[in-house]
């Protein structure tokens, strides 16, 4: 399993540990991912994603996984989010054809 997060593709950086005598020695910095299910509003269901926990607060401050893969660059979203993104936007398309 990847450490990547699934909406913004948030990934492991890499820099020094300086020890008080100025030795450096290299270390990874590892995204704060989380296993979490967030509700779709326009599909009704849940969907259970591995993102990092800026990213839940992002997706609270957008209103919902709705908005927030709406706004979403494809480039950044894992296969499975970019398929939900499509699920959603004909839902919406589908919704807006028949009202």
Do not use: W, Y
């Amino acid at each position: 399993m990847s450490r990547r997060c699934e909406l913004t593709g948030k990934g492991p950086m890499t820099g020094n540990n300086v020890s008080h005598a100025k030795n450096r020695t290299r270390r990874r910095f590892l995204p704060n991912l989380n296993d979490v299910t967030l509700m779709s509003d326009v599909l009704g269901r849940s969907f259970k994603l591995r993102i990092s926990a800026a990213a839940l607060r992002t997706v609270d401050h957008r209103g919902g996984l709705d908005a927030f893969l709406a706004k979403a660059r494809d480039e950044d979203l894992s296969p499975g989010a970019l398929k939900i993104k499509k699920e959603i936007a004909k839902a919406q398309e589908a919704a807006a054809a028949t009202a």
